[in-house]
Structures are given as C-alpha cells and as structure tokens.
C-alpha cells in the first residue's frame, strides 16, 4: 500500500514528510530562537543565529556549484562554525565531513582524495597545514577559511572567508530535495591498522541516534533546559553525534569551554549550571582531584557520562562524590554504531561494572562466531549489531562492506559475550586479541589489572612476535613517579600481575615509557606500539 | 556519497541497517522476554510469548499468499492478540490495518473494499457482524478468528483459528525484506464528512513517532519499568501509536483492564503500580469521583495524559490531587500527524490553558491562509506540519493527497494561530467553524462556555442552514439532571452564554438531547448532528 501522490512534486512530499537533519535544527530555531544554542568559549550564538550561519553556508555552497551528496571537508576545532557548516552541509543535501585533525598530514591527505573532496572548509589555524599538502589534492577546488580575516589566501586554490558566506542578508529558507537514506556525515575512522575508512551515516541514522541518545539521557524537550558542557572533538562520533547532536535536537545548549583544562571545565559547568557532561576516565580523574581543591557548585549536573574505558570504583565513587545530584553512566559504541549499549541501571552499577551494559532499545547485540552463527549467552565471539542507526557502508570500499554486514548483521570488530541479562561483556578488539602459548589473552583484561599495579600511572597491553609464545604478552606502562626506577617498576608490575592473573596472562615483558601515543580520543594506538617496539 | 554494496544481498542490507518496527519488539523481547509485556484482563503475556505469537502469526499470513505490503484488516478490541497481529504485519512486511469497529457496517465493509482487504483477523465477537457484510466483500478470502473454539466459520469464506496460527512451533525467526518507508499501518479515519479515508504510516514514522512519545513521557528504558493502563481502542492512533507502541518499544508493561469502567481502572493502576495514564477528560471526572468515593493508592503514576479536550481547571486541580506524584499534560494531534504538540511545561499549566501547547520536537507547525503563504504569529489560519511522522499519504485517494500536501507542508483541516512562544492555540476544526452573519465563530469556543453554564452536562455545537444569518449558531445540550425542564435549561444556557460570549457568537438555538453521537474516542459527531437537525 503506497499512496498515489500524482500531481504533487517530489520536494512538496519531502519536505512535509522526511527524516532531515537539517529539519531538527529549523525546529529547535523555530521554537527557541533567541535562547543560546553555543556558548562558545565566551561568544553565545542563539538558535536564529546558528540557524542563519547554517542556512546562509548551505546555500553559498550550493551556488559555488557542489552537487547533491557531495562532500564537504572540514578541518575545524570544536566551535559553533564547526556546528553550522555542519547543518549548512545537512540542509543542502551535502555530506558533512569532519576530518580528524590531529592525524599526521598523509593522512588528512590520503582522506580529502579517497573521499573525492573538492571544498575544505579550514579553521585558519589550519591553513598552513592545508597549503602544504594541497599540491596533492588534485581534486580541491575550492577552500573557505574561518577567522582568517581579509587576506584569506591558500596558494592557488580559491579561498573565500567563511564569515563572508555566513553572514549574507537571509533569502527565505533553503528547501532542497534531501532523503531520509542520503548520506549526512561521513566520519574517517583513525585507521590503526589499516587504511582510515570512510563511515556514512544517514540522516535518519544520525536523527534516530540523536533521539535514542536524547531519551538515554533523560533530555527532555526545551522545557527542563539541558545544558552540555563539551571538550569531547565533535569530528570524533561521540562528540557529535552523542553529545552535540541530540543537545541541539531537543533545544538544550552546548556549552564549548575549548580544550580540557580541568579548572577552566568546572568554571563552565558551574557558570553555565551545566545538567550533562561527558568525560574520559582520565579527565574525571583530573576533575575530582581538582574539585577537592576548589569545592565548586556542581549540584546542576545531572548526568556524568563516561566512555572509552572502565572507570575504577574508587573513581566512580570519587565522581558521584563531586557531582552529587548525578547518575554516572557508561557509554560504548563505536563509529558506525553509536550509541550500541549504555551501562546505566542502578543495579548493575557494581555487579557488572566492568560490562559495557546492555543494548540501548534501537539496537538489537548478539555474539557471532566465523560461520555467521549467533551464539547463546555465556559463549565468546564478534560483537554484532543490528539498528536503524547503524551505518550505511563505507565509502569507496566494497571488501569492507562485504565483511562488515556479512550474514545480515554488523560486525563490530569487537570480542565479548552476552550474559543471561542480555548485557555484552566486551573482552577486546579483535586485532587486539593476544594469541600466546595456544590461549586468548584479552589485551583490555591485562591492562584493568597492570592499571592498578602500584607505582603505574596508565599502561597499555599488546602482544609481540615471539619464538616461543607466537605472541608474547607486553605492557607498557607510564609510572606515576618518574624518579621510579624503570626495574623497581617492572618487578611490581609483575608481583601484582601474578597475584590477579593466569600465569599464561601474566606478561613477558614490560616497558616503561614516558608517554603512550594516543588517538584523539584517548585511546592508546596499539597499532603503532607494536610497530615500534617489533623493530 | 552511497557506500559501495556489490556482493551483499539487499537483505543482509537491510537487515542490519533498517527501521522496522517489528524489530522494536525484537529487541524488546531480547532484553526482556520474562517480563510482562501485556496484561489483559488477568492474563499476563511475557515479551517472549508475545515475540512468538507475532513471528508465528506474521509467518501465516505469509504462506497463506498475502504478499509484500499487502493489507491485512484487523476487527479487534483491545486485546494482546492484537498487539501480537499487529506485530506479525509489521514483521512480515504487510500493512496492519485495525479497524474502527464502533462504525456502522456499511462503513467497515467500505473500507475493506476500498483497502483491497483479503484478509480479515477478527475478534469472534465480531463474526456475525463480518458474515453480515462478506456478501458485499467480493476481495476477502480469508477469514481468521480469535478465541472462536474448535468450530469457527464464517458462512462459505475461508476461516482459520488465530490460536492455531499463534501457537504454531517456533521456525527461527521470520526476516523478510522490510524498507524504511514501507507502509506499517492503514488507519481509516472516521469520514465524519466525507467517505472515510485510509492513512498510511511508515515504519519510520511510527517508529520516529514511538520514540518522541517516549522521550515527552519521560519514559526510560527498561530500568524505570514503564506501565501504562490503556483503555482507548487501540485501532484509533492516540491507544495505539501515542501509548501502547511507545510503551513497548522501551519494554515496559501494557495493562489493559477492559472497556473504561472507574473502578477497574483504578483497581489496575493500584495493582500493577502504573506509572503512565491516559484518559479522556470525562473518564478523568468519573475517576476523579470513584477515587474520592473509595480512595486508591495511586502513587505510582508518574504521567496523567489527556487529549481531545480541553480540561477545566477545577478537573484538573481535581486530577491533581487524586494523582499526587502526577504531572499532568495534554497531548494533541490527528490520525496523520501524532504526536504533534503536548502542553506540558509547568509554566503554561494556567497561562496557557486552553492552546495545544508547542510543537514535539520532531514536528514544525506553521500557519497558511488560503494561497500557500505561512502566516506570522498572531494571525489565524490552517494549522500545517512537517515533521518525519507525518502520514506518507491516503490510500486510493490522490485528490485528496493534492490536498493534503500542497505547498510541501501537510494541512491539518484545523484552523488556529500561533502565539509568539511558538505555542499552538486550536480554533476550530475548518469544517465545523459556523459562519454567522458575516462573521467566523469557532464552536469550539462556544463549547466551552455552554459547557459551562449550570445544568449542563455536555454540549456539542453546530451551525445550521439559516435564512437570515446564513448559519444559525446551535448548541445541543444534555441536562447534568434529565428532569429539568428543556425551556429552563434553555434560557440557562443563553443568559450564561450572554455573559461570557460577544453577541454574535451567543447560541440562536438550544435543543436539549438524552445523548451526543460520538466517535470511539468521544468526540461528538458533528455531521450527524447536522444532518438531523437539518431535516
């Protein structure tokens, strides 16, 4: 049963009926116009303004010749130009393309051309690194720069000052024909042992996830104001697509106190009597120690969110001490399924806390093993998702695509189990599974216990080749004190590794640093350890 | 920008990626099989059971011939079977199709024909209604009964017991190739003026819609257990798409105590602790009367819903009370676009009583005059929305899409205006605003003071042919007591219409009746009306 809608033309249908991101931030405008949508590092920008900026890009990108479902690079920090490009590619049937800027420049490069980019919308501190590997972007066409004032230039592209697209007199709404399945964003993963690859998101992936994340946060629409503070990158998935997003859907503000500084966040939450917030472990750990300083009033808070790690117990109560009217959640997912589960119920707050927590109610989680059949609880193999916001495919890469939906599911990448509640244990990335002496070793088991050996300040696990092992069990660990001696440190590690663990988990060897390399988001790039410690 | 998908078939696709409400039970069902899904009138289905019944039934239908998209006509009361029914459409790829079965039998079997029905599940209370009208049914081929024992037939048409489809060994579970923007239900709407006409919903949009109510309910998932007491059909959308899908969506707890009696309603929120309601505002008067009389613990409800009418501030102080731990809000919104707006925020409790309250977030309300023009706000017109759960159209019916759509917005057939806050205020239905003497009155408006006036239980108003004034205002009104005199209910009417009512919109005419028509959800019927005080 399909209506007859003869007489009509394609765009009057969509634009009463469709799932459009850009649609969500003309609502929230509609509604909330002059309430602050940014307080960007002292600048507020109202839902109007924001809206505007939003409707004035899109359409100058439109003029400027991009077509339907082209993408639109974005080298930018987090600020409220970020979140209007961002819109303005939404509402013209563009594909906003935040690029991860902290990768080396290759990188950045090797994305802008797998991705067919012609316009890069640059933050103008990114300038310099854009002239510089423009001579190999055969395809850039076109740069708009951000607060690079009037002699905006980048060596022989043309470059236009983002400000001057912005701010052009309104000429009615931008209605342009966008459908639910079009591609909105097109996230690169970091790419740590491959590749990046190229994630796109629908808009109704990144609608309905915004809503899931909305009702996961208990937001409630304009009325209770929500208010975000944010240092998470929104070019990573979790700064946009669970925290920005669903903020700005339900009419909440974002608040963008720039990068992590422990007192400058506390002054934010406290001025801007924040109600959300999200943080990595290691920066709650930086916020209590400097709560306890400087008591703050930090009653507004009324959700703690947290990710990409365990947090310890004595850091989980440390946080529900600091922030006392706040539940303190977790979340996982990963960029093509985001949010996947949240560890939120109270009962499970100790007796699973090393869970990821169950499914949030649009994703459905099973176990898979090699010959795509689903597993019953209790039995290892690949984390597999279902759900209207899983991604659509990546971008320019058939084999990924044919080994990520294999047997009607998406494959995660990830190694857990479900228990009998239906919650999923995550054990490790699937490349990251040590195979030592005939036995799986969970790299992130190891590292739960090495973390909390004395005199360790944060360590990372990773198997290396090894003649007897096949692969031997590593970790390399930062001391709390540097004046330890590296030998005095590793003999700890070990005596608290065989007191907590399986002798075959226990490592072979350990290694002492000053400094883990990172992704943006925290997470240790285990690729290139072992790349530097196999040489 | 779309991903690259050679060498996946559409259904691992779609599959892994699509919004489909069969799946929302899926997971419900996953994450909480043992928990009660509905309890119907004592008897206590689990999600598991429910889960079951539906991939069975859907699973039946299939190998019975109906094919993709197909409809499949549902004569049901409330009942868990025909959750499971609706379910085993959704599951399967055909369209449920619940009908209104309070319309006279002439209009039901309109609306199988119309449909192309072949297909009729229904309740065994209802054969000697449906073996009354399979003579004129020249598509139905198939009859399928609920609860009819070992002998069911309907007269020379093919007839099957629903148990034995339900309760059929289980197969793995039923995956069918089921896209976004298929249709999940066909709601005819009850013609009060014109034939009635078929309102298709997608998967998204009923999905989209089941997550913005959960969201403005507050609801959670699954850890605060959601338990909703329903007595509204559930074959008119505000039973089925504002309450019970939302409900089950976030695995929480359907309580359906039977058709609308004070006592048992009470006796079931007490019971089963619920925690969401949602009545009419009369139910709410005779609530409000039993509770008082014989009082209840009715602590446990979080949320008391009302719609279709405004309340009285004496009800709702009354509500108020009865309810302690309750909020109380007034959701609105039509078979095509719900929900559209709710007045819940605590600040408009009495400033703005009497308006709908702003658009969910998921939907933008404007006002357009005649020519396609939006309206500023203020100024009184067509109330239109946009929004992604906005019907995709009518069946059968493409005048009345044209209609419907034109100018890329949908038209409600409602005229209002918009308040600067954004804020909705309903001035009539289009076709039931009485021109008098030149000028519009809106009748609902004079409702609500004749409502008023003493001796008045309830009132409907209507305009009728007049020599002079073109319409003559008319107000039909039942006696609160039925032994007072008509002529002094009368003039008790028009004195208090006087004072609270500009002369032109004062009642010409009041006839006092024993009973209103109504539609199943209470709203008096103001064609009929008309028709028989026209004779």
Redesign the interface.
């Known amino acids: ?8 033309t394609a ?10 991101l850009g ?2 931030l ?3 405008a ?2 909330f116009g002059s309430r602050t949508a940014i307080a960007d590092r002292g600048r507020s920008i109202t839902y109007r303004e924001l809206d505007a900026a939003a409707e004035s890009v899109g359409r100058s990108l439109l003029e400027s010749g991009l077509s339907h ?3 639109v690079a974005m080298l930018m920090g987090n600020s409220w130009q970020f979140v209007a490009t961002y819109f303005a590619c939404a509402k013209a049937g563009l ?1 906003a393309m935040p690029v991860n800027v902290v990768l080396a420049p290759e990188d950045i490069a090797w994305i802008l051309n797998d ?1 067919g980019t012609t316009t890069v919308v640059a933050d103008a501190a990114f300038g310099p690194l854009l002239e510089k590997i423009l001579p190999g972007l055969a395809e850039v066409k076109s740069v708009i720069l951000v607060g690079a004032g009037p002699a905006a230039s980048t060596g022989g592209v043309s470059t236009r000052n983002w400000e001057d697209l912005a701010l052009r007199e309104p000429a009615g709404p931008l ?1 342009v024909l966008v459908e ?2 079009d ?1 909105a964003q ?1 996230l690169y993963t970091s790419g740590t042992t491959s590749r990046p690859k ?1 994630v ?1 998101a629908s808009h ?2 990144v ?2 996830a915004g ?2 994340n ?3 946060q ?6 209770e104001h929500a208010t975000l503070v944010n240092v998470l990158p929104m070019f990573h998935t979790t700064g946009l697509n669970t925290l920005v997003l669903p903020t700005l ?3 909440g503000t974002v608040v963008l106190p720039g990068p992590f500084d422990p007192g400058a966040v506390l002054d934010a939450i406290e001025a801007h009597r924040a109600t959300h917030v999200m943080f990595l472990p290691i920066m709650y750990r930086a916020l209590v120690g400097t709560q306890a300083a400087a008591a703050r009033d930090l009653s507004s808070v009324r959700l703690c969110i947290y990710a990409m790690a365990p947090m310890p117990d004595t850091l989980l109560d440390q946080v529900d001490e600091a922030f006392p009217n706040a539940s303190v959640i977790l979340g996982s997912g990963q960029t093509e399924v985001v949010p996947a589960t949240v560890l ?3 009962e499970h707050r100790h007796t699973k806390a090393n869970s990821w927590g ?7 989680v099973q176990i898979m093993d090699n010959d795509g059949t689903l597993l019953p609880a209790g039995e290892s193999g690949e984390i597999v ?4 916001h ?9 084999d990924a ?2 080994a990520a ?6 494959h995660s990448g990830d190694v857990g189990h479900l228990d009998e509640d ?1 919650v999923v244990w995550f054990t490790d990335r699937l490349k990251d599974i040590i195979k030592s002496g005939g036995e799986n070793v969970s790299s992130v088991e190891v590292e739960r216990v090495v973390s909390a050996a004395p005199g360790v300040q944060e360590c990372s696990v990773v198997g290396l080749p090894d003649e007897r092992w096949g692969e031997a069990v590593c970790a390399v660990v930062v001391a709390a004190d540097a004046t330890t001696a590296p030998a005095e440190l590793e003999a700890q590690v070990i005596a608290h590794a065989k007191q907590h663990l399986a002798g075959f988990k226990v490592p072979k060897r350990v290694i002492v640093v000053d400094e883990l390399p990172k992704t943006a988001t925290g997470k240790a790039r285990k690729h290139e350890l072992r790349a530097g410690l196999s040489r």
């Not at 169950?358 to 459905?364: D, G």
């Not at 899983?390 to 320019?396: A, D, E, Q, R």
Request: glycine share 12%.
């Open positions: 049963m399909q209506p007859d809608l003869s007489g009509l765009l009057e249908v969509n634009l009463a009926t469709r799932t459009s649609d969500a003309t609502r929230s509609r509604m479902q082209q993408p594909v991705s209605e639910d399945r591609a097109c190229g796109l109704t992936a609608f309905v809503l899931t909305a009702l996961m208990g937001a409630s629409w304009g009325g859907m339900i009419g939120q119920w109270p169950p499914p949030v109610p649009t994703v459905e998702y279902r759900g209207p899983v991604s659509s495919g990546y971008w320019n890469n058939a695509n044919r939906f294999a047997h009607g599911w998406f239906g």
